[in-house]
Nanobody
Framework: QVQLVESGGGLVQPGGSLRLSCAVS????????VGWYRQTPGKSREMVAQ???????SYSDSAKGRFTISRDNTENTVHLQMNSLRPEDTAVYYC??????????WGQGTQVTVSS
């Protein structure tokens, strides 16, 4: 089981930026997909951004043009750069990895609050 630890969440004003980080135990280059999801109370967890081992990137419609997912194979870390943040981006953000034959792993989540 891959261990994931998120960091970088916090309180930011609308229009501001945050950079989330996810420290991954083991070699990140062996993971098929790394991604970020978010969840608000009473709603299902939704995909924000995904990056495959081959470099294919997917974003939710809400994240396109504002968020950027990246992977640092040297540091075994996944980042989510979030710009132009909106109040509706307020959520708990979760790091996720998927590997064929081993399934999903999730971090404990980090709170992002966008408010003036």
């Amino acid at each position: 089981q891959v261990q994931l630890v998120e960091s970088g969440g916090g309180l930011v004003q609308p229009g501001g930026s945050l950079r989330l980080s996810c420290a991954v135990s083991g070699s990140i280059s062996s993971l098929d997909i790394v991604g970020w999801y978010r969840q608000t109370p009473g709603k299902s967890r939704e995909m924000v951004a995904q990056l495959t081992r081959l470099g294919r990137v997917s974003y939710s419609d809400s994240a396109k043009g504002r968020f950027t997912i990246s992977r640092d194979n040297t540091e075994n870390t996944v980042h989510l750069q979030m710009n132009s943040l909106r109040p509706e981006d307020t959520a708990v953000y979760y790091c996720n990895t998927f590997t064929l034959g081993h399934g999903d792993s999730w971090g404990q989540g980090t709170q992002v609050t966008v408010s003036s």
